[in-house]
């Protein structure tokens, strides 16, 4: 397995296919279409992390630092709610192949992650966890608060995290 930055036409091309299996036909937060496509409404200003088998993108993350954030339109008075930082960027649309669900690959794609934004001067983040998923987010080191978001069967919970206090012993379990 391969973890990096999407830089290639194919990587997005697949990064757009995971993201309808994992959006649409698991978590019915977007309505269906013909192509089994899904991009993402902030893909022009995300920076995606993918987990590469045999060239097939089985996991990505993405996040960027370009406001206003997904969780801007869904928490008013978004930076009332999380704790002083330095440089804010969202993490979005972790999402792994059914088939290849594993704690090493999330534990793999997310260590690239924060490298990539340490490297960059990013301190800290906010995520919108699914529901779904609460106990590994709080796993990793992240702190809910306000209130859910989403719609039935697509819930998330608004989630802050310092960078440098991910749990980076989580994949050793």
């Known amino acids: 397995m391969i973890i990096k930055i999407a830089d290639q036409p194919n990587e997005f091309e697949q990064i757009h296919r995971l993201n309808y299996k994992l959006f649409v036909e698991e978590i019915p937060q977007h309505p269906a279409n013909d192509d089994k496509i899904l991009v993402d409404k902030f893909h022009f200003k995300n920076k995606y992390v993918i987990a590469l088998k045999n060239d097939h993108v089985i996991g990505m993350v993405c996040y960027n630092e370009v406001r206003p954030f997904s969780l801007d339109g869904k928490v008013q008075q978004l930076d009332e709610h999380i704790p002083p930082y330095k440089r804010l960027a969202e993490v979005r649309l972790l999402g792994i192949e059914r088939s290849e669900r594993k704690i090493s690959v999330a534990y793999r794609l997310l260590r690239q992650l924060i490298a990539e934004m340490l490297h960059q001067g990013i301190d800290s983040a906010v995520v919108s966890g699914t529901t779904r998923q609460i106990k590994l987010y709080t796993k990793l080191g992240f702190v809910p608060f306000g209130n859910l978001v989403g719609v039935e069967g697509a ?14 012993d989580f994949g050793k379990n």
């Open 155 to 168: 819930l998330y919970q608004p989630m802050f995290i310092h960078v440098t206090n991910l749990r980076d």
